[in-house]
């Protein structure tokens, strides 16, 4: 490139779905589209500055190009034209161009400058971006209220209960992020999701939904998915996602594009999010049923499933609030508990892990011993369980009131547990409870016992 300070001319910007997304902006100079690949777009405000990598000049034909191209070629992918407009340059140089871009999506003024071989980096130089509000750096996901089905039923949307791990992805060009209702960070341990970047795209939004591991059975197994939660190393991450794959059961839009949802009514919510078509090999937005929910909870009976989640159509979002607008009607009894201890094994078992020692928050969150849970385990489980224990051994007890048996181990509370159960007993415990796994993606302080409550009238 000349020094040629004061040109002008087009501009495309194209998304290119090659081995890895990135947006092709292309500059209209002497005769050809110069061009620079950005694997995450425009910078949107002037702190940050992005990778631009310098790439082949391309014929002008391409500020019309809109299509694929085959596999085996430079650049193989689908390319789509994602905003085009002109510009003026101040400067155009080898090491440096700047110019200010008028686009559709693209307006302002930006600085590309070389780095280092063929990496540049862009600039925005102005303000930041007018595209709305900015993506939240955090959200805690709303809760559901244990209860029977609403009288008023087609009033409300109708969605599978699915067992698996909660997670709330934050998505932006070139960038996903999962994390859960504690606000841990579960990237990482689900590399099959990292494509769903690619079906994002361009866009700046934040899903709700559940990551579900299946069973040989084709039923949503939270069992099965629980090796993949504490995995640490790379190695073990990659080989438990080919042997237990999951798959990102996606049933809500709260943020796109500038714009937060939570406040629009849930049946708008997902005709937005519907219209994205986030259709994938590990990810899927299942439709909801309008009204009829006693006739879908009876399909989730015969199946196995464990039940059937009512949403009110013309509700809004309560992040991190338990509501009423949003029920969950199961067809067994659950309870999330608190390990407050251990019982060490006998027989067989001794050295082992014999029973855990459950509890629950009262109103004033002091933790209740709610009895305990010693079955549901298998070897590996009870080993993997007190390994974990044995880092959070304390000599005090947790518990407030009633306390358990005498030889108990108490732990630190932080661990939460999912167990299902026939019933609650008069002195307040859980009857013939067994351990269904770790919950990891909700905090120990929020554990409280559920009772069904009635319907909203």
């Known amino acids: 490139m000349s020094d040629d300070d004061g040109s002008g001319g087009r501009f495309v910007v194209q998304e290119h779905h090659a081995r890895r997304l990135h947006w092709d902006l292309r500059l209209e100079h002497d005769g050809v589209l110069a061009s620079w690949a950005l694997p995450r777009g425009f910078p949107r405000t002037p702190d940050e500055n992005r990778l631009a990598v310098r790439t082949d000049d391309h014929p002008l034909e391409f500020l019309d190009f809109d299509g694929e191209i085959p596999a085996g070629q430079y650049g193989g992918g689908a390319l789509t034209i994602w905003d085009h407009g002109t510009y003026e340059a101040e400067k155009f140089r080898d090491d440096k161009v700047v110019a200010r871009l008028h686009g559709a999506k693209v307006q302002g003024r930006f600085a590309l400058f070389r780095t280092r071989g063929d990496d540049w980096m862009i600039h925005r130089m102005d303000g930041p971006a007018d595209d709305g509000e900015p993506l939240p750096p955090s959200l805690l996901p709303m809760a559901a209220t244990l209860s029977t089905l609403p009288p008023d039923q087609d009033a409300w949307g109708f969605e599978i209960k699915w067992d698996g791990v909660r997670a709330l992805a934050f998505g932006e060009p070139g960038r996903l992020r999962l994390v859960g209702r504690n606000g841990r960070d579960f990237t990482r341990q689900y590399p099959e999701l990292r494509p769903l970047t690619n079906a994002v795209g361009a866009h700046r939004l934040v899903l709700d939904g559940e990551i579900v591991a299946f069973g040989d059975d084709g039923r949503p197994s939270f069992q099965r998915i629980q090796p993949r939660i504490h995995l640490a190393s790379d190695a073990d991450i990659r080989h438990q996602a080919q042997a237990v794959p999951v798959v990102y059961v996606i049933f809500d839009l ?204």
């Open 254 to 457: 709260l943020h796109l594009d500038g714009r937060s949802l939570l406040d629009t009514p849930y049946e708008e919510r997902r005709r937005e999010l519907a219209a994205l078509g986030l259709t994938g090999p590990h990810w899927q937005v299942p439709d909801y049923q309008r009204g009829d929910g006693d006739v879908l909870l009876d399909a989730t009976r015969r199946q196995g499933l464990e039940g059937v989640v009512a949403k009110r159509l013309a509700s809004r979002y309560q992040p991190g609030r338990r509501s009423r607008d949003w029920l969950k009607i199961k067809n067994v009894r659950r309870q999330e508990v608190v390990i407050g201890g251990w019982i060490a094994g006998r027989g067989r078992l001794a050295g082992s892990l014999g029973a855990l020692l459950a509890g629950y928050h009262d109103d004033d969150g002091a933790l209740r011993f709610a009895g305990k849970v010693g079955t549901g385990f298998d070897d590996a489980t009870r080993a993997r369980l007190l390994r974990r224990l044995e880092g959070l051994r304390t000599d005090e007890s947790p518990f407030t009131g009633r306390q358990p048996q005498r030889d108990a181990v108490f732990v630190r509370p932080d661990l939460v547990a999912e167990v299902e159960f026939a019933e609650w007993t008069g002195a307040g415990t859980l009857r013939h409870p067994s351990f269904e796994g770790l919950r990891e993606d909700k905090p120990a302080r929020d554990i409280v016992r559920e009772e069904p409550v009635p319907p909203p009238a």
